[in-house]
């Protein structure tokens, strides 16, 4: 795509004129606007329009023009429909697709406009993404992460566009992300207990992923006490370790979540001197990521502190290391 520079044109798109474009196109019978784009992101009119929900502005390119250009791309490879589902314009989602513009278009990093809608909370993407869906919209598809639509809905403040997307019958939950995550692992680690909610039945809360963790610690991760209490209510196994043999205690040492510790130690009764594969207490957790309030936490509630690791190091060595 030729870039110009008449950024004047593209800049009025953005405000819904597009005097200057039937101007150019009066002037010149050969004139394009896919020929106009932004310097450094290869945006178009019809980018721009989308964005800012101007479906006049798109209805005029789309009419106007020939020959049609509706699955243009930008720098990133997003098509005007990209756009259209990210900013949540569903009037321009529904003109862009009854135009033409091919749903399940892949930007770089393997997304599609479906998968954009599902990272938004606020109402109009729920809209959007029920449109798409019923336009068949491909729900499964997994990026180069492994990531589909249903992950991204788990990691949603807005549980309505999982409980969306899990009442498909062609909803496949059980996919896993390239390092072994599944759906219930993301809502567990973002803290969202209504999405943990609804994919409970579905997953089982023991699921390990790459690294050993289970839903359980993504939960501790978190730092929401509602979230942990919920996995523990419905199975989630609490002493089990991850593959350096960590288990929930050292994680939330390892992120100074002193309300966790609390939680752990005063109410499911850990072992608040057990250690890792390399020997790491807690409190080695806590120093070696400087994580002061941790420490005085685990102090408080009597830690050994003259644990040694596998390197004979006590936890106050590896504070004193950084100093």
Wanted: with cysteine; aromatic share 6%; net charge neutral.
């Amino acid at each position: 795509m030729m870039v110009l520079t008449n950024i004047n044109a593209l800049t009025n798109v953005c405000k819904g004129d597009i005097a200057l474009i039937k101007l150019s196109k009066e002037k010149n019978p050969t004139f394009h606007w896919s020929n106009l784009s932004l310097p450094k992101t290869r945006e178009s009119c019809l980018h721009l329009a989308a964005q800012y929900g101007h479906t006049d502005v798109i209805r005029y390119l789309l009419t106007e023009f020939h020959p049609t250009v509706v699955d243009i791309r930008n720098i990133d490879n997003k098509t005007p429909l990209h756009d259209a589902a990210q900013f949540g314009q569903l009037e321009c989602v529904k003109l862009l697709v009854q135009n033409g513009a091919d749903i399940n278009a892949i930007k770089r990093s393997d997304w599609t406009p479906l998968m954009l809608a599902c990272t938004k909370s606020d109402k109009n993407y729920l809209d959007i993404v029920e449109y798409l869906l019923e336009k068949d919209a491909y729900l499964n598809f997994k990026n180069k992460d492994g990531w589909t639509p249903i992950h991204l809905a788990a990691r949603n403040e807005n549980s309505s566009i999982l409980q969306l997307l899990l009442k498909c019958p062609k909803a496949d939950v059980t996919v896993k992300t390239r390092n072994g995550r599944n759906a219930l692992h993301i809502s567990a680690l973002h803290g969202n207990v209504d999405n943990v909610k609804l994919l409970i039945s579905k997953l089982d809360p023991n699921s390990i992923d790459s690294s050993g963790n289970t839903p359980f610690h993504e939960s501790v991760l978190s730092g929401n006490i509602q979230v942990i209490d919920y996995l523990v209510e419905n199975g989630a196994e609490i002493s089990v370790t991850n593959k350096t043999g960590a288990n929930a205690l050292h994680l939330a040492a390892g992120q100074n979540l002193e309300h966790v510790i609390n939680l752990l130690v005063n109410v499911y009764n850990f072992d608040i001197n057990c250690v890792d594969l390399n020997g790491y207490s807690a409190l080695h957790w806590a120093a070696r990521k400087n994580c002061n309030n941790a420490m005085k936490t685990l102090i408080k509630l009597g830690i050994d502190i003259n644990i040694l690791d596998k390197c004979g190091r006590l936890a106050k060595d590896y504070v004193l290391k950084k100093i």
